[in-house]
């Protein structure tokens, strides 16, 4: 019986702590809860992990984009949920619309009518002007000329009133360079200012016709909280400057960098967002420079712009071909003409081949401004169809004037100008050639063969080397060029070295 009460008060005393550890459980949990709701409240920054590539954000680190499937592209940003909506202030004196739906076939297309760059590279670029309402982005590696290219743009448009943000240069700088272009315009207003918001009051005081931000990676808004230059900044900003453009109908340019990889910094969301890109590139060491389209919601993406950086800033290239054949390489080996097609417009451009004997055990391979595997393609075919060995030889191509063509084209003056410096047999400087080289040493048709020969006549060619199918149809009577139709390589070899 003892025994029993005394087992009767141990459970009790057993129940009576485990009863009260159960509360004080039950009551610790809400109590941690609002803990941590108030420390979450309390802390002033709160960051995610974005992806550079495509934007997407996730509260950890990942090691690949689930939504992009790209490799180690998080970073950590800092957010900001407290925002504002509205990221544009109310513009006084701008015609904002409202937004309504309106049948397609009651839109009216005509009534839209595009700004005249007073550059014809430039008009050409964004497909005959810039449209009203429209973000370009312009991007490029640094030191390549995009500062320098919009405000001369801009200079030369007194008509409409511009307002030039600048966010790396300081007024005299500009002043200095606008000087150096040697164009001044009356109607032309300059702000040195990153922040947002107070660039949009500058732009309110101003109404320009026109508005240019270099750059956006160094404009901030008080709405995010990282860092001018970080995803959620360059998003941000040029989301707000997109509603601008498009509520006001002022066309707007923003410059941005590259990163090292060769893309526009920030997220791909930026390239998006904007109706077009244009990447501004070329090789530093030489003076011409491409502008390039990449995305084009008011045009074609094939047309490109040269240019030809002087003292006196960037010139308009309106005939590349004449620019590019400038030298005159007679009695040279290794030198072939391409009649290229770059975008829409033709032009003969040099290919210029080296074949060495290999100093060393592994041959060398080289090439510039041509995709070095197709190049290798290329040398195999030559290796295989028609016998030249290549196999203990350094190989180097340049395409001259630091341009990369991509047109295949270019396939024939590729082996011609290699196998001219092989056998060290000039080609007659008045014979040009295009073509594309297959497999198995078969010449296949190229497109636009009447532009491409049409050029090659305009520029003094005698004699131009086409593929035999892209014959079928064509009218060559009327022309003063000979023509030459070849099927396979070796034929092209035979009509150039005899
Ligand atoms: P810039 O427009 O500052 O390049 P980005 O804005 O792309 O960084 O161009 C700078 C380069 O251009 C610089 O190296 C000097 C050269 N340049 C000329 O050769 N001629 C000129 O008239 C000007 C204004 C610049
Ligand atoms: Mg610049």
């Known amino acids: 019986m003892q025994r029993y009460d005394v087992f009767l008060e141990c459970a009790n005393v057993f129940a009576f702590f485990f009863g009260k550890r159960l509360a004080i459980q039950k009551l610790a949990l809400p109590l941690r809860k609002i803990s941590y709701k108030h420390k979450q409240m309390a802390a002033k920054t709160k960051t995610a992990f974005v992806c550079t590539q495509c934007g997407n954000d996730s509260p950890k680190w990942l090691g690949k984009c689930p939504v992009c499937g790209e490799w180690n592209t998080y970073v950590e940003e800092v957010i900001s949920k407290s925002t504002p909506d509205?990221?544009?202030?109310?513009m006084s004196n701008f015609d904002t619309f409202h937004s309504k739906p309106i049948l397609l076939q009651e839109i009216e297309t005509d009534a839209e009518v595009r700004m005249d760059m007073n550059d014809l590279e430039l008009n050409r670029v964004l497909g005959g002007g810039l449209v009203p309402g429209s973000l370009v982005l312009i991007g490029g590696e640094p030191g390549i000329?995009?500062?320098?290219?919009?405000?001369?743009?801009?200079?030369?448009?007194?008509?409409?009133?511009t307002l030039y943000v600048s966010g790396e240069e300081s007024a005299k700088q500009l002043k200095l360079r606008a000087e150096r272009l040697n164009t001044s315009s009356e109607n032309c207003f300059i702000v040195c200012e990153t922040n947002l918001e107070k660039i949009f009051t500058h732009i309110n005081n101003v109404k320009p016709d026109l508005v240019i931000?270099?750059?956006?990676?160094?404009?901030?808004?008080?709405?995010a909280e990282s860092s001018p230059g970080s995803i959620t900044q360059v998003r941000e900003c040029s989301a707000g400057l997109l509603k601008f453009a498009k509520e006001t109908g002022t066309p707007t340019l923003l410059i941005g960098h590259i990163n090292k990889d060769g893309n526009i910094a920030g997220p791909k969301v930026l390239e998006h967002i904007v109706d077009t890109v244009l990447q501004f590139e070329g090789d530093q060491h030489y003076m011409y420079r491409i502008l390039r389209n990449i995305k084009?919601?008011?045009?074609?993406?094939?047309e490109l712009g040269i240019y030809e950086m002087r003292q006196d800033g960037l010139r308009e290239v309106n005939n590349p071909s004449e620019l590019l054949l400038t030298q005159n390489h007679e009695g040279l080996s290794g030198v072939a003409i391409a009649a290229a097609i770059e975008g829409v417009r033709p032009f003969l451009i040099e290919t210029q081949g080296l074949?060495?004997?290999?100093a060393y055990g592994v041959p060398q391979r080289s090439a510039t401004g041509f995709d070095i595997r197709r190049m290798n393609m290329l040398l195999a075919v030559l290796e295989k169809r028609a016998g030249f060995k290549l196999g203990q030889k350094d190989v180097f191509l340049n395409i001259a004037g630091g341009l990369r063509v991509n047109d295949p084209a270019m396939d024939l003056s590729v082996i011609s100008a290699v196998l001219s410096s092989s056998l060290d047999v000039t080609i007659e400087r008045e014979t040009c050639v295009c073509g594309e080289v297959g497999l198995s040493g078969e010449i296949r048709p190229i497109n636009r063969i009447e532009q491409r020969i049409l050029e090659a006549e305009k520029l003094g060619?005698?004699?131009i080397i086409i593929p035999q199918n892209n014959l079928k149809g064509f009218d060559i009577k009327r022309l003063q060029i000979q023509i030459k139709a070849v099927k396979k390589v070796e034929e092209a070899f035979r009509e150039l070295f005899g």
Do not use: C, W
């Open 145 to 161: 000329g995009k500062s320098t290219l919009v405000l001369q743009t801009v200079l030369k448009l007194p008509q409409y009133k």
């Open 461 to 463: 060619f005698k004699r």
């Open 355 to 358: 074949v060495s004997t290999a």
């Open 296 to 302: 084009n919601r008011f045009g074609s993406t094939s």
């Open 213 to 223: 931000v270099d750059s956006i990676q160094t404009v901030f808004t008080d709405r």
């Open 86 to 90: 509205n990221i544009v202030p109310a």
